[in-house]
C-alpha cells in the first residue's frame, strides 16, 4: 500500500464518520434547526461515499440537489411553519416513543445484516468500467430516457402541487397585506414587532 | 490486502445504517419536519445501496447512476411536497405536532 492508499482510506473512513455523526444529529437533536444542520452533514458524507464509488457526476449532484436545494427548502419549512417556541421540539407527548423506536431499528437491523451477510453477491460476468459523465449522458438519452422523462414531469407536478396546496387559505391576506392580522397561537403576537405605531410600515 | 474502501459490504453495512438511523429518526421525532428529515436519510441510504451494486455487480455503471439521480429527483419533489403541506397544516391546525391533525380519524 503506498503513501496515498493510506490518505484515500483515512479520507473514506472521514466521510463514514461525517454520515455517522451527521445522522446522529439528525435523529437525536431537539431543535429542528439543529436537526436539518445535521442532514446537511450526513450528506456531505454520502456525496463522499459516491465519489468513492466512482460517480464524480453524482458526487456533485448530492451536494447541488440536497445540501444545496433539500436543506434550504426544509429549512424555510422551519421558518414559515413554526413559531419561534416550536421551533425547539417541546416534549409534545412523553418519551414513550424510544422503546418502539429502537426495537423497530434493531429488528431492522438484524433482518438486513442476515441478508446481507448470507447473500452471495455475485458481480456480472462482462462489466463496462465507463464511469464517465459522457456514457452517463448518453444512457440517460437514448436507453434510459423514459426514466429522464418520468423525473421531469414528477418535478413539475410537484411544483403546481406544492404550489397549490400552500395557496390555499391565503386569499385574506390580499386585501391589506401589512397589517394583516397574524394568524397563530396568541403567544406568536408578543413576538412580532408590529404595533399601532408601525401598523402601516412594511418594514415592520 | 483487501481495502475497506473497496469491498461491497462496506457500503451495504453503511446504507444500513443510514435506514436505521431513519426508521428511528421517523418514529423517534415528534414534528412532520423531523419526520421528513429521516425520510431523506432512508433516501440517502437507498441511494449508496444503488450506487455500491452498481460499482461492484452491474454490467453497465450508467443504470445504478440514473436510478439514485431518479431518488434524487423524487426526494426533492417529496421535500417540496411536504413543505407546502406542513405549511398548509400550519395555517389550519396552529400545530407542527402530528399528533393533532386528527381530523379524518373516526
Not at chain 1, 178 to 197: D, M, N, Q, Y
Amino acid at each position: 500500500m503506498t503513501f496515498y492508499q493510506y490518505i484515500a482510506e483515512g479520507l473514506f473512513f472521514v466521510f463514514v464518520l461525517l454520515i455517522m455523526a451527521g445522522s446522529f444529529i439528525t435523529i437525536r437533536a431537539r431543535i429542528l434547526m439543529h436537526t436539518v444542520l445535521g442532514l446537511a452533514v450526513a450528506f456531505l458524507g454520502v456525496a463522499g461515499i459516491y465519489f468513492y464509488l466512482g460517480s464524480m457526476f453524482l458526487t456533485l449532484m448530492q451536494i447541488l440537489i440536497y445540501v444545496g436545494a433539500v436543506c434550504i427548502v426544509l429549512i424555510f419549512g422551519i421558518m414559515v411553519g413554526s413559531t419561534p417556541t416550536e421551533i425547539a421540539e417541546k416534549t409534545i407527548k412523553d418519551r414513550k416513543n424510544i422503546f418502539l423506536a429502537v426495537s423497530a431499528a434493531a429488528a431492522a437491523f438484524f433482518l438486513l445484516m442476515i441478508s446481507i451477510l448470507k447473500t452471495e453477491w455475485v458481480p456480472a460476468a462482462a462489466q463496462v468500467r465507463d464511469f464517465s459523465a459522457e456514457h452517463l449522458g448518453e444512457s440517460f438519452l437514448y436507453q434510459y430516457c423514459l426514466a429522464f422523462e418520468l423525473i421531469s414531469v414528477i418535478l413539475l407536478i410537484a411544483i403546481v402541487g406544492a404550489i397549490i396546496l400552500a395557496r390555499e387559505g391565503r386569499e385574506q391576506d390580499d386585501k391589506n397585506p401589512w397589517a394583516a392580522p397574524i394568524r397563530g397561537p396568541a403567544h406568536v403576537k408578543e413576538l412580532t414587532s408590529v404595533t399601532e405605531e408601525n401598523k402601516g410600515d412594511p418594514l415592520a | 490486502m483487501i481495502l475497506i474502501s473497496d469491498n461491497l459490504y462496506t457500503y451495504l453495512i453503511l446504507a444500513v445504517f443510514l435506514l436505521i438511523a431513519g426508521i428511528y429518526g421517523l418514529i423517534q421525532h415528534k414534528t412532520f419536519i423531523g419526520m421528513l428529515v429521516s425520510t431523506e436519510l432512508i433516501l440517502n441510504g437507498a441511494g449508496i445501496n444503488f450506487m455500491a451494486f452498481n460499482r461492484f455487480l452491474a454490467p453497465d455503471p450508467a443504470i445504478g447512476q440514473i436510478i439514485t439521480l431518479f431518488i434524487m429527483g423524487i426526494a426533492a419533489a417529496e421535500a417540496a411536497i411536504v413543505v407546502s403541506f406542513i405549511i398548509a397544516v400550519f395555517r389550519k391546525y396552529h400545530s407542527i405536532d402530528p399528533d393533532d391533525v386528527m381530523e379524518l380519524k373516526g
